[in-house]
């Protein structure tokens, strides 16, 4: 059983369009982290939630934490080829050193 | 700041050799150390956690003897991949938190190993 699904696992859209990434668990997150990996490289931290319905912005990206701290949502505005990566959540639980992660959405983004 | 390197960035090996991978957290003290592997367009497997002048925590199914860590220091773990095999070709990369944000893990660049 995956403890946090993340959905949708592959997304192919035009340049300008808008899309969500969504991370959902039946389990609660002292926080959570959104990646961006691209191909070759380590995942780079874009964000970190840590209050139940907390929003951040980062440039076209927002990101929302769930009022029960269980979900989490990544909204990509006018999304540009240099979008293009693959986007990982990573929950963290009280109690325990490690991050549980999603399986991760490709995002292509095509001129 | 947060910044962590790997070494190599990439290596190719043969069977039954072994390789050391390098995790260095280059300007902060990370007490904590993490190893992932990472299959082709697949999310990050936890393989090991290490503190630093402990032994590692191993993830089930990951083989302790096979996979071989070291975190001697505050900047420094180490991956060795004992005897590897074809099968242990893969994209390892290494993360790294401190005391004061545990929750927070910065990545390496990850390492590709081939095994021929």
């Known amino acids: 059983t995956q403890l946090l699904e993340q959905s949708p696992q592959f997304l192919s859209i035009q340049e300008g369009e808008n899309l969500t990434v969504y991370c959902n668990s039946s389990?609660?997150?002292?926080?959570l982290q959104w990646y961006r990996q691209e191909p070759g490289e380590g995942p780079v931290l874009l964000v970190t939630?840590?209050?139940?319905?907390e929003v951040k912005k980062l440039k076209r990206l927002t990101f929302q934490f769930g009022d029960a701290r269980k979900d989490s949502s990544l909204h990509i505005t006018a999304a540009q080829p240099g979008d293009t990566g693959l986007y990982l959540c990573a929950g963290a639980r009280s109690g325990y050193s490690t991050l549980t992660f999603g399986k991760g959405t490709m995002l292509l983004v095509s001129p | 700041g947060a910044v962590v390197s790997q070494h190599p960035s990439r290596v190719i090996c043969k069977s039954g050799t072994s390789v050391k991978i390098e995790c260095r957290s280059l300007?902060?003290?990370?007490?904590?150390m993490f190893w992932y592997r990472q299959f082709p367009k697949q999310s990050l497997m936890l393989m090991a956690t290490s503190n630093e002048g402990s032994k590692a925590t191993y993830e089930q199914g990951v083989e302790k003897d096979k996979f071989l860590i070291n975190h001697a220091s505050l900047t420094l773990s180490t991956l060795t991949v004992t005897s590897a095999h074809p099968e242990d070709s893969s994209f390892y990369i290494c993360s790294a938190s401190t005391r004061k944000a545990q929750e927070t893990q910065y990545f390496g660049p990850g390492t590709r190993l081939l095994v021929l």
């Open positions: 300007d902060f003290q990370a007490t904590t």
């Open positions: 939630v840590v209050t139940g319905g």
């Open positions: 389990s609660v997150f002292s926080s």
